[in-house]
């Protein structure tokens, strides 16, 4: 109907979306606040979920960011020593590494920049410049100086350079993604729900996040993480950024529980309907007959301590802090017991 009877082929579908693709967003976020104020929208009850849908793209041209990193390290440390050889054949103090700390080794040691290199490969071809111009260009010592320096050089423009250059475009197109697809830079790989190999094979997609309520769609988001853990927060965001303010309350299921998810929420003053990731996992009676798990152990909230099966008190002793993936801080306490001896539960 809204065709007029009319059916465009794909290459017209392509045109307007190429055409559209500034505005699209803009757009799309017009009508929902022309519902919103039209009271078909209250952002009441907002529902996330999340698909994953393969990208149309070749899945055997994956990079993956840890393998960058440690080609980036061994570059490196071959530029370093390289470095090190040509200052011990041409007898001569550093000078090639310039302001450049580049003595540092390992994993600690500062990468070695693009621009760096093209500097060390300026100052190598300057000093085969100035051993061709010595008189005793003929001595056997300057024939294989000057023999040796030309073959850095090549190393260092054929090799060096365009390596470097190489891996600071991939770890830039990466962000915060430990993948992507090098036909669409977009792609992040994931394991998807319909694995035909039924191998756990890793496919390039997408993770499209979207928000409904009263059956409109009304905020959606391509976070390049490919866990739904990861992409509430983002999503939320971009939804306020757009429509100026958060949903009441969020419906979600388990796969976006987590405690930062949940502190996230209850510090914009948005209620949740959101299972942790155990949930289903605790109703089971493996899990409650299970007794030595802090869930299925009495807890005396004034003496702040859980008490075994075998009578005795876990104690407070402490706490841990350690970063997740997606760098929140998190806290987790410890209780003890003060001596386990002779207890029936050990062996």
């Known amino acids: 109907m809204l065709a ?20 699209i967003e803009e757009v799309f976020y017009a009508v929902i606040k022309l519902l919103i104020k039209n009271s078909y929208i209250k952002l009441e009850n907002y529902f996330l979920d999340g698909t994953k849908i393969e990208a149309n793209t070749n899945k055997y041209t994956f990079t993956w960011k840890k393998n960058v990193i440690r080609y980036d390290r061994k570059l490196d440390e071959k530029v370093r020593l390289h470095l090190k050889e040509i200052d011990r054949i041409t007898a001569e103090e550093n000078t090639i590494y310039q302001d450049a700390d580049l003595e540092e080794t390992g994993e600690n040691a500062e990468r070695i920049t693009s621009e760096q290199v093209k500097s060390i490969t300026e100052e190598i071809e300057k000093r085969l410049q100035d051993k061709v111009s010595e008189k005793d260009t003929n001595t056997d010592q300057n024939k ?56 756990g094979q890793l496919n390039p997609g997408y993770n499209v996040q979207i928000g409904t309520e009263n059956t409109y769609i009304v905020g959606y988001t391509i ?46 003053g948005c209620k949740s309907c959101v299972k942790y990731g155990t949930y289903h996992k605790e109703q089971t009676k493996k899990y ?60």
């Open 144 to 199: 294989a100086i000057h023999r040796k320096l030309k073959k850095a050089l090549k190393e260092f423009k054929d090799d060096r350079v365009p390596r470097k250059e190489r891996y600071e475009h991939d770890l830039e197109v990466f962000g915060e993604r430990n993948s992507y697809s090098k036909t669409d830079h977009d792609a992040t790989f994931m394991r998807m729900k319909e694995d035909h190999m039924l191998n």
């Open 288 to 347: 409650q007959n299970t007794p030595f798990l802090a869930d299925n152990m009495p807890y005396d909230p004034e003496s702040d301590s859980y008490t075994c099966p075998n009578g005795k008190k876990l104690e407070h002793v402490g706490n841990c802090k350690y970063t997740t993936e997606a760098s929140y801080q998190a806290r987790r306490d410890i209780y003890r017991c003060a001596n386990c001896g002779g207890c029936s539960y050990v062996e």
């Open 4 to 23: 007029g009877d009319q059916k465009p082929d794909f290459r017209t579908v392509s045109r307007f979306r190429a055409d559209m693709k500034e505005i």
């Open 223 to 268: 976070p390049p993480n490919p866990t739904d853990t990861k992409t509430l927060i983002l999503h939320l965001e971009h939804v306020e950024e757009q429509l100026g303010r958060l949903p009441h309350t969020v419906i979600a299921d388990s796969g976006y529980g987590s405690e930062e998810n949940y502190e996230y929420l209850k510090q914009h």
